[in-house]
């Protein structure tokens, strides 16, 4: 549903080289991040944006993950 868990991958080029980052849509944001961080998962600064608000997150490897929560009606 609308309030549900999505997840993808976005792709992007950084000084010439394909990057591809995973992110995960979830219905509260900052209930997830609450739970993360409860967890002693280090967690970035709540961006606000026109379709909603996103995190970065950063595992124990030093991949990326990002986790939004979008505010759009559809």
Known sequence: ???GAM???F???RNKKQKFVP????GHLKNVLLKL?????AVGKIERRHW?????IIDPEN???YIYEENRKY
């Open 1 to 3: 549903g609308k309030d």
């Open 37 to 41: 961080e409860k967890n002693g998962v």
């Open 7 to 9: 997840f993808g991958v």
């Open 52 to 56: 909603g608000k996103q995190t970065k």
């Open 11 to 13: 792709g992007y080029k």
């Open 63 to 65: 991949n990326e993950y």
């Open 23 to 26: 992110y995960l849509r979830v």
